[in-house]
Each structure stands twice: as structure tokens, then as C-alpha cells.
């Protein structure tokens, strides 16, 4: 009998250590994947891919990776941790008719205005029947990277490319860029670069072609923006064929807003190539070819400026064939 009762202990202890073990929540891996052919399902490991970026995501610890094994459609995503998505090498596909492609938004964490966020090897496409709001919407986090990317056909206003508007000091760097066939009208269009409250931006564009946006190619507006002020660097791109090349706007407004426009073309824009509006609306170009800008209506052209902006040459552009020229508000200005 006393062996029975031990016995009878020791399988009641078993049970309730069963009864309070849980088993672990799966820990989130630092690198997912997803497939054309995967299952949002799965874990989103290599072997067992996810199909979205929106399931892989959720299965990504902050500070990881989303990569592509193969060629897909991987449907939007809103980021609202640091990540890399990175399709290098194969198809990375967004199709965002009536919405926004990618939302960057970490405005409701703990730590608002810190997200790092890299994206590489994609194509967004606002295609459809109700064409897409934005290729790329940021609104909080403190840097955005896109490289090799394809955006497009995001025309249901304001519709543009990407729209950087983080509302704390924040970084965005576009190299190696396509931006086409957005906008509608003379609204939206490839990049808007326009912090609200006391945000901030630093933007770096290179080797980017803006092309055949219905409106700005890239414009730079601190309107209600009362940070520290906007500087956008466009390097050896192209914007051409758009209603505006690069617009620099600052109404009633005390915000810089500066752009250095350096070794690029602006060319065949509808309107204006080059315009710099508001007294604190300040440009400077140099080794750029400014070219068949304007259709002889009232107030376009090549350059123009208004309301105290100022548009200045390092003396090495070529402006020329636009309709008509403008001119350059100061310079030469020697090169250090």
C-alpha cells in the first residue's frame, strides 16, 4: 500500500508540473523569407517561406531581415519597426491600387521617431482600377533607405512616388531609383519632402531617374513646418518630363528650405525646370544641364524664382532652350 500511495504521489506531482508548463511563444528569427509560392502560415524560414511581407514581418525581430527566395507579388506592408526587405537578385513585387504601397510609421511605439528601415530590389506599382495613393509613405522614424527600386502609376491625389512628411528630424536616402507615371495632373508626383510640425530632413537622391510624374518631379515644401529646416541633395539623376523638375516652396515660413541639384539633368518639364519660391526657398546647382523647360506660358521656364527665393550658380551649368531661360538669382559662387 505504501508503495502505491508513492506512486499514485508522483504521478499527481506529474500532472500538475504538465498543467503549469506553457510552452514558449516562438521566438521571432532575425532573418525571414518569403516565396511566390509560400503560405503566411508557415514560420517563414528558408525551407518554409512566408507569401507576404506583412506575414513575414510579424515573424521578424526588430533590426531584421525580409528576404526574397524567388520572383512574387508580396502584397503592401506597414513598418513600424526597424527592417531590412531585400529582394537583390529576383522580383520583389508591390501591387498597391487605392492604397499606400509602404507605410513607414512608428508614431504609436514606445519610442517614436527611431525605426531604421532599408529597403533594396523592389518594384511598387499602384496599378488598377482605383490607381494607388503612394509608392511610399513615411511618417515617423528616423531613416528611410531605398535602393534599386522601381516606383510607379500611384496617381489618386496627391499621389507621389514617395511621400517622406516625419513629423521629428529624419533621413532619407534614394540612390539607383526609377519614379514614373505619378501624380495626376500638376498634383503629386515623384518625391514630396515635406516635415510637419517641428520635424525635420536630410535627403540624399542619386542616380535616380524622376520621369513622367504628372506634377513635381521633387518638391520641397515647409508649409505649417516649423523645424529646423529641409536640405535635399539631388546627385547625377535625371528628372525630365515632368509638369515641375525640383519646386522648393517655403509661404510664410521662417524653415529653410535649401536643394543642391549637382552633375543632373532637368529637362522637358511642362513648366518649370527649376523653381524657388518663398523667402527662405533657397537652390544651388552646378555642372547641370537645364534644357527644353516650359512652354512659353506666363511664368514658366527654365528657372524661376519668386517672393525673396533664390536660385544661385557655381558658373558651370548649361541653361539653355527653355522656354524661356530665366535666370539665376546670384553667382557665380567660387568653389572652395
Known amino acids: 500500500m505504501a508503495s502505491s500511495s508513492k506512486i499514485l504521489g508522483a504521478a499527481s506531482l506529474l500532472v500538475i508540473g504538465s498543467l503549469a508548463y506553457a510552452a514558449p511563444a516562438a521566438a521571432q528569427a532575425t532573418r525571414t523569407w518569403v516565396s511566390g509560392v509560400g503560405d503566411d502560415v508557415n514560420p517563414c524560414s528558408r525551407t518554409a517561406p512566408c507569401k507576404t511581407f506583412a506575414g513575414a514581418i510579424s515573424k521578424t525581430a526588430a533590426g531584421g531581415e525580409i528576404d526574397c527566395l524567388d520572383p512574387g507579388g508580396f502584397g503592401t506592408v ?120 517641428t520635424g525635420s530632413a536630410r535627403v540624399q537622391i542619386s542616380a535616380a531617374r524622376i520621369v513622367n510624374n504628372g506634377g513635381q518631379a521633387v518638391r520641397i515644401d515647409t508649409t505649417g513646418n516649423t523645424g529646423a529646416g529641409n536640405q535635399v541633395t539631388i546627385v547625377d539623376s535625371v528628372l525630365s518630363e515632368n509638369a515641375f523638375g525640383v519646386v522648393v516652396v517655403t509661404p510664410a515660413s521662417t524653415t529653410l528650405g535649401f536643394a543642391s541639384i549637382v552633375n543632373s539633368v532637368v529637362s522637358h ?27 512659353g506660358g506666363a511664368g514658366q521656364g527654365g528657372l524661376f524664382a519668386g517672393g525673396g527665393g533664390n536660385i544661385a550658380t557655381y558658373g558651370d551649368n548649361l541653361l539653355f532652350g527653355n522656354a524661356p531661360d530665366g535666370a539665376f538669382t546670384a553667382g557665380p559662387i567660387g568653389k572652395n
Do not use: E, M, Y
Not at 507621389?160 to 512628411?165: D, L
Open 78 to 197: 506597414t513598418i513600424t519597426k526597424s527592417i531590412t526587405i531585400d529582394c537583390t537578385g529576383t522580383l520583389g513585387s508591390i501591387l498597391n491600387s487605392g492604397t499606400n504601397g509602404i507605410n513607414v510609421n512608428d508614431s504609436a511605439s514606445g519610442t517614436p521617431g527611431t525605426i531604421k528601415v532599408i529597403l533594396r530590389g523592389l518594384t511598387i506599382n499602384g496599378s488598377g482600377t482605383t490607381q494607388g495613393l503612394n509608392g511610399i509613405r513615411f511618417i515617423s522614424g528616423a531613416s528611410l533607405v531605398v535602393d534599386n527600386a522601381i516606383i510607379q502609376n500611384d496617381a489618386t491625389t496627391p499621389a507621389w512616388g514617395v511621400a517622406f512628411q516625419p513629423g521629428t528630424a529624419a533621413r532619407l536616402v534614394l540612390n539607383n531609383v526609377t519614379i514614373s507615371g505619378n501624380g495626376s495632373g500638376t498634383t503629386g508626383g515623384g518625391v514630396l519632402v515635406q516635415p510637419t510640425g
Open 269 to 295: 518639364n511642362t513648366n518649370n525646370g527649376i523653381v524657388a519660391n518663398g523667402a527662405t526657398a533657397q537652390v544651388r546647382v552646378s555642372g547641370t544641364t537645364i534644357t527644353g523647360n516650359g512652354s
